[in-house]
């Protein structure tokens, strides 16, 4: 009798925990969704890119897999786009021992003569192009290792800091790139 008892006890400490996280959970689900400690905005569903997305340009080699990649997505290379240019340059530089996980990308829609070391240039596909439309002209994307565009930001307002901050926490977690 007392060992009915026991199992009783047993079987409830390991199921009430389940039990009344679930109903919190859906009691409460503006608990789960509203916070979040990155400072970009999350690219909900997360764009994935294929190698045929992103046309490198004839005198740029590069490649989305491996390396975090800090992309500016715009029709025209003005004023506007060199300063983002110049802050992804700043961020990579502080990212200090990480700074060789991460690389720059410009993905101009239209021709270019803009030429920089360290900055590849690419043009979309016309897939990827819809896809990144829905997002303000001239926007600061992350896209991961895997080729996944997760993160956006906009330049305009953009904190260096706070990219900084993503970034680090992001490699801290990440076993890729």
């Known amino acids: 009798m007392n060992s009915k008892k026991e199992l009783w006890v047993l079987l409830?400490?390991?199921?009430?925990?389940?039990?009344?996280g679930t109903a919190f959970f859906y009691w409460n689900p503006t608990a789960f969704t509203g916070n979040t400690v990155n400072y970009g905005q999350f690219v909900n569903p997360i764009i994935t890119t294929e190698k045929q997305d992103v046309v490198f340009a004839e005198n740029t080699k590069g490649d989305l897999q491996g390396l975090w990649t800090l992309t500016y997505v715009t029709n025209q290379c003005d004023n506007t786009c060199t300063q983002a240019l110049k802050d992804m340059k700043t961020i990579r530089i502080l990212?200090?021992?990480?700074?060789?996980?991460?690389?720059?990308?410009?993905?101009?829609?239209?021709a270019t003569d803009f030429q920089e070391a360290g900055v590849l240039i690419a043009h979309p596909s016309v897939m990827l192009n819809q896809q990144l439309s829905k997002f303000p002209n001239n926007s600061l994307f992350l896209i991961d290792p895997l080729g996944n565009v997760m993160l956006h930001y906009n330049p305009k307002a953009l904190d260096i800091k706070r990219v900084i901050k993503d970034?680090?926490?992001?490699?801290?977690?990440?076993?890729?790139?």
Not at 12 to 20: D, E, G, R
Not at 170 to 175: A, G, V
């Open 12 to 20: 409830a400490s390991f199921v009430i925990p389940i039990v009344l």
């Open 95 to 110: 990212m200090n021992e990480n700074m060789r996980r991460v690389q720059r990308l410009l993905l101009i829609n239209g």
């Open 167 to 177: 970034l680090k926490r992001l490699f801290k977690y990440s076993r890729i790139g």
